[in-house]
């Protein structure tokens, strides 16, 4: 069945490091691609997405590219700032009806 | 904002009990997704409906159950609860199926003692 594997937390950097979060994926077709933030005490927000392979979703700075051949979307942000302290998730669109399949999470802590 | 609601946004309950959680989502929108966050399963898909009507199911346990009424709003039903089902409970909505973003609700969060 379909599924996402990305790299295990917690990720710790200083403020204006380069961040990359590894995501794979297993899937049949084409699925779309997305990242999602969860800051603490809040609901998942969609940060990016890709449809089909070789697009590239970016949004605040983060950019992730869909590879079909690596079948991965990994995660990347020249320079962090403490803001982007929070819990990422990488995801798939499942099915035909559109629910998500997501990996267990990453979290990054941005220290000033 | 997301403009999706949930109610409560915390819920402390026996084991054995049984709970309602509420979903409205975005005005204009027809799907309702819920998801259950657990500290070692993750983040699950569980019960998918549009425009009333069950569309899909993920892992959800036979103990719970969904209905979308019809000004869409959803609620999730948990019974006989355990220890296990604490958890965060998220609900999303969407335009209509398949395709669409979906945007999440702040979620409700779940103990049982």
Redesign the interface.
């Known amino acids: 069945g379909n599924s996402v594997t990305q790299m295990e937390g917690p990720v710790t950097l200083s403020e204006e490091a380069f961040l990359t979060i590894n995501c794979t994926y297993t899937a049949t077709g084409y699925p779309?691609l997305f990242w999602?933030v969860q800051y603490p005490g809040?609901?998942?927000?969609?940060l990016l997405?890709a449809?089909k392979a070789d697009d590239k979703g970016s949004n605040k700075g983060f950019e992730a590219t869909y590879r079909k051949e690596t079948t991965s979307f990994h995660l990347e942000k020249g320079s962090v700032q403490v803001s982007d302290s929070a819990v990422y998730?990488c995801a798939l669109?499942?099915?035909?009806?559109?629910?998500?399949?997501?990996?267990?999470?990453t979290k990054l802590s941005v220290k000033p | 904002d997301s403009g999706v609601t949930q109610t409560p946004k915390h819920l402390i309950t026996a084991t054995g009990q049984r709970v309602t959680l509420r979903c409205s989502p975005r005005s204009g929108d027809l799907s309702v997704y819920w998801y259950q966050q657990s500290l070692d399963q993750g983040l699950q898909f569980l019960i998918h409906y549009y425009n009333g009507e069950e569309r899909a199911k993920g892992n959800i346990l036979e103990r719970f159950s969904a209905q979308q009424f019809p000004d869409l709003h959803s609620e999730l039903n948990l019974s006989s609860l355990e220890l296990g089902d604490s958890a965060l409970y998220f609900c999303a909505s969407s335009v209509a199926s398949g395709g669409y973003e979906q945007f999440f609700g702040p979620g409700t969060r779940l103990t049982v003692l």
């Open positions: 779309s999602y809040e609901g998942l927000q969609l997405k449809t998730f669109k499942g099915g035909s009806q559109g629910n998500l399949i997501f990996g267990k999470g």
